[in-house]
């Protein structure tokens, strides 16, 4: 077949670009190795950067977030039994929403689907042609069946181990990485959430996370060790190791209930350089990974596709390949500063193996001056709610 576009990836990222690409009257196919259900099954970010909302204004599919998603203009950060908060409107004017990304990627399929999109999906031996030429080919199979397509572009948006980062030539990429030495165990339970704002919690016992997806639904983490199971963790002792590590005045009035899904998620920050060899553009976690604790993975994808999405307009609409030529340059930039925020954060609010007394009053200090001091609060929410495109 013979599309403008081919989109490797039925995510966040894929699904966007293709709505986007669709509502200016570019036509795209997406191809994704998974089903529709299991893509829906994955359970990840949950807060949105008001230039994501904007791209789903954009691509006509946000009367749903706006309808059930909330609008948080802070966040709450603990430390032992102290707690304080940053105002993100107050300091920057903008809010976030929170919405799952579940919901996000829910609402880009019913789009996709109402406009008669192209969506392949349970799709395998995904192989990218010719990406350094005029004319690139993806070709795969569904049931056995080898398909072809021959197409403008390809965007890469198959996530961390997807096929095409690796596309890219191993002399051409160049690949930065940091794994940290602990993971999160993340619990969603139908119970109200303990606080109508999220609860950054620093503990001597670790860093745990209380977030929500609505009013009866509540999302916890809690930092567990690499060598966890999720079969190590029954929901009691998840319960009680959470409520160890939030101020008391929360503990003490925590909701718990049975988990409806438990999973543990690795740490890691990671970037490929450059984002475009070729016809072939990558996006979001093909590109780039970051650690949960700032929210920025998927926003970041969402950047990603805002960069290539203008990209791919001005090519079909104006014949230039100035914003083909600068994408990977434009999305590195903000990438890096979205790595810095998600590296400087997970380095305040974790405990690493090995810290010294020493680093553990570095972390104090680092959250009694963001508490007392404007400048930093208003770093710190600039880039929570995002910084600009
Ligand atoms: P995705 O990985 O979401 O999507 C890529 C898609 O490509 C997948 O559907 C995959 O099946 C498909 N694919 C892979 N290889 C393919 C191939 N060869 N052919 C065809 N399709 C292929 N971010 C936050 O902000 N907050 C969080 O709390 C958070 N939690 C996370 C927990 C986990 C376990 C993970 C892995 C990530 C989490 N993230 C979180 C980050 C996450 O939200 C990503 O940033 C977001 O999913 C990025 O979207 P995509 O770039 O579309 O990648
Ligand atoms: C979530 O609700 O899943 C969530 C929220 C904020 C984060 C990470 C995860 O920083």
């Known amino acids: 077949m013979r599309t403008q576009v081919a989109i490797i990836g039925g995510g966040p990222s894929g699904l966007l670009l293709s709505q986007l690409l669709h509502v200016r009257g570019i036509n795209s196919v997406v191809v994704e190795r998974k089903t529709k259900d299991y893509v829906l099954g994955r359970i990840r970010a949950g807060v949105l950067e008001q230039g994501l909302v904007a791209l789903m204004e954009e691509a006509g599919c946000a009367n749903r977030m706006h309808a059930e998603g909330f609008i948080h203009n802070g966040a709450l950060i603990s430390y032992g039994d102290e707690m304080f908060r940053i105002d993100f409107s107050e300091h920057t004017g903008t809010p976030v929403m929170v919405y799952g990304q579940t919901e996000v ?14 969506i392949e999906f349970s799709v395998e031996d995904v192989v990218i042609h010719g990406a350094d030429s005029d004319a690139p080919q993806v070709t795969y199979t569904v049931d056995g069946e080898a398909r072809r397509i021959e197409c403008d572009f390809v965007a ?14 191993d002399d051409v990429r160049r690949e930065y990485e940091k794994v940290y030495p602990f993971g999160w165990l993340g619990v969603l339970s139908e119970t109200p959430p303990v606080n109508h704002e999220l609860i950054y919690a620093n503990s001597a016992r670790g860093f745990a996370l209380c977030s929500m997806r609505n009013e009866n639904l509540s999302r916890y983490y809690i930092q567990c060790s690499l060598d966890d199971c999720v079969e190590d963790w029954t929901d009691d002792a998840f319960w009680a190791e959470l409520k160890r590590r939030i101020p008391k005045d929360q503990a003490d009035k925590l909701i718990t209930g049975p988990s409806i899904e438990k999973s543990i998620a690795p740490l890691r ?10 016809r072939l553009c990558l996006c979001g976690d093909a590109a780039h990974i970051v650690p949960p604790t700032g929210a920025k993975g998927l926003n970041t994808a969402a950047s990603d596709v805002h ?4 990209a791919l307009r001005d090519f ?9 030529d600068g994408y990977s340059a434009t999305a590195l930039a903000r990438v890096w500063k979205a790595e810095r925020f998600s590296w400087w954060f997970s380095s305040v609010m974790h405990r690493y193996p090995g810290q010294s007394d020493f680093d553990l009053k570095m972390q104090i200090a680092e959250l009694e001056f963001l508490r007392s001091n404007k400048a930093a609060q208003t770093a710190m929410a600039e880039n929570y709610v995002g910084l600009p495109y």
């Open 105 to 118: 990627t829910r609402d880009l399929y019913a789009a996709r689907e109402a406009a008669g999109g192209r």
């Open 156 to 169: 890469g948006c198959d996530g961390f181990h997807g096929v095409s980062r690796k596309t890219i030539p």
């Open 269 to 278: 920050s990671f970037v490929t350089e450059p984002m475009r060899w070729g």
């Open 307 to 310: 960069y290539l999405y203008n």
């Open 316 to 324: 079909y609409e104006n014949g230039s390949e100035v914003g083909i």
